[in-house]
């Protein structure tokens, strides 16, 4: 059984920064991408940022964070990491990460549908 579990949330001003991981375990998950998704009260979940399969070289960024964020793979040790700097109050939210259904895909997706395992969550919030 696959099971991915987040870390690194917590309460952070405007302007500062976290570290996400999303470490997975009960299988290797090399062959597929990853992808982190936020969700706000009230709000549907929204795509953050994917990172596909293999070497992790293609990356997607929501607009919204894009320049901010980056997302890593470290694939000999199972994690995946999202490096958020100059956090926002927007960005107050559940983060999630999952791992992609369909293996060796060349780009990864945002779409939250095509996403077959997913971790509890761990839960960002930024002070104005």
């Known amino acids: 059984q696959l099971d991915l579990v987040e870390s690194g949330g917590g309460l952070v001003q405007s302007g500062g920064s976290l570290r996400l991981s999303c470490a997975i375990s009960?299988?290797?998950?090399?062959?597929?991408?990853i992808g982190w998704f936020r969700q706000a009260p009230g709000k549907e979940r929204e795509g953050v940022s994917c990172?596909?399969?293999?070497?992790?070289?293609?990356?997607n960024y929501a607009p919204s964070v894009q320049g901010r964020f980056t997302i890593s793979r470290d694939n000999a040790n199972n994690m995946v990491t999202l490096d958020m700097n100059s956090l926002k109050p927007e960005d107050t939210a559940v983060y999630y990460c999952?791992?992609?259904?369909?293996?060796?895909?060349?780009?990864?997706?945002?779409?939250?549908?095509?996403?077959?395992?997913w971790g509890q969550g761990t839960q960002v919030t930024v002070s104005s």
């Open positions: 999952a791992r992609e259904w369909y293996p060796y895909s060349v780009v990864c997706s945002l779409s939250d549908g095509r996403y077959d395992f």
């Open positions: 009960g299988s290797t998950v090399e062959n597929y991408a």
């Open positions: 990172i596909n399969d293999g070497d992790g070289s293609m990356t």
